[in-house]
């Protein structure tokens, strides 16, 4: 199992439809809000955590294929950290 935290932010994100885009992505992936700015999880299986950072990255590199998103939204931010517990 692993340790999950991430902190994300955009640039013009108008409505947050990026932001809950990802969101879902991050509870699916078990993690929860900390509501500091950060995601994070105790224990999430390698398998599951790799496939949603996968679709993270692909939602953030083109925000635009995402109905509704801003077309100048943009990430900002991403800082991943990831250990075995």
Do not use: C
Not at 20 to 42: C, I
């Amino acid at each position: 199992m692993w340790r999950v935290i991430i902190r994300i932010s955009y640039f013009h994100d108008h409505g947050s439809r990026l932001r809950n885009h990802v969101a879902n992505l991050f509870a699916a992936m078990g993690l929860q809000n900390t509501n500091t700015g950060t995601w994070e999880s105790q224990a999430v299986p390698i398998a599951q955590a790799s496939a949603q950072l996968a679709q993270v990255l692909q939602a953030v590199a083109k925000p635009q294929a995402l109905a509704g998103v801003d077309q100048q939204a943009l990430l900002n931010h991403l800082w991943v950290y990831i250990d075995r517990v």
